[in-house]
């Protein structure tokens, strides 16, 4: 008998004039980019957190500090494939990933096949098995003064 269990991941992050805007791993031009420890990639930490909490394994804070000065700068794709393998070690294999961004700009819908290439080689599974979408907060908010980004991410892991 499989076992399933299911996850939620949410992130946010302040805006900066001058940082790069990278989402699902892929580099976008705009003015400002997500500051973080990190690459500061919203979508990404958002589907590490889905996973790591379906497998109870606490949060991305816990494994990936940004206390820790390994982890400063470096590609969220990389904190992806160390949650898979932290899964994998654990029996847990993912079923799916369903991500929503919330943002005003720059429109990702143009970019949404390069970041789940992105998030699929990272995460050793198919395409298909990813969605991502993306809606704005309506000019409302810090989201809609374009201070800051939100990214939601739920997930399906299995074990047999």
Not at 34 to 51: K, M, P, R, T
Not at 53 to 59: E, I, K
Request: proline share 2%.
């Amino acid at each position: 008998m499989s076992k399933i269990k299911v996850g939620f991941g949410f992130d946010v992050h302040q805006l900066k004039e001058g940082r790069p805007f990278i989402l699902g791993g892929v580099n976008l031009e705009h003015h400002s980019g997500a500051f973080g420890h990190s690459d500061a990639d919203v979508i990404l930490h958002a589907i590490c957190d889905a996973l790591l909490g379906a497998a109870n394994l606490r949060d991305i804070g816990f494994h990936f500090s940004n206390k820790d000065d390994r982890w400063k700068g470096i590609s969220s794709l990389v904190l992806l494939q160390q949650v898979v393998e932290l899964l994998a070690e654990k029996g847990w294999e993912i079923g799916n990933i369903d991500a929503m961004v919330v943002l005003e700009e720059p429109k990702i819908n143009p970019h949404i096949p390069a970041m789940k290439v992105n998030i699929a080689n990272a995460a050793g599974i198919s395409e298909d098995d990813i969605s991502i979408k993306a809606t704005t907060n309506e000019q409302m908010g810090f989201i809609g003064r374009q201070e800051g980004l939100v990214a939601y991410a739920v997930c399906l892991i299995e074990k047999s």
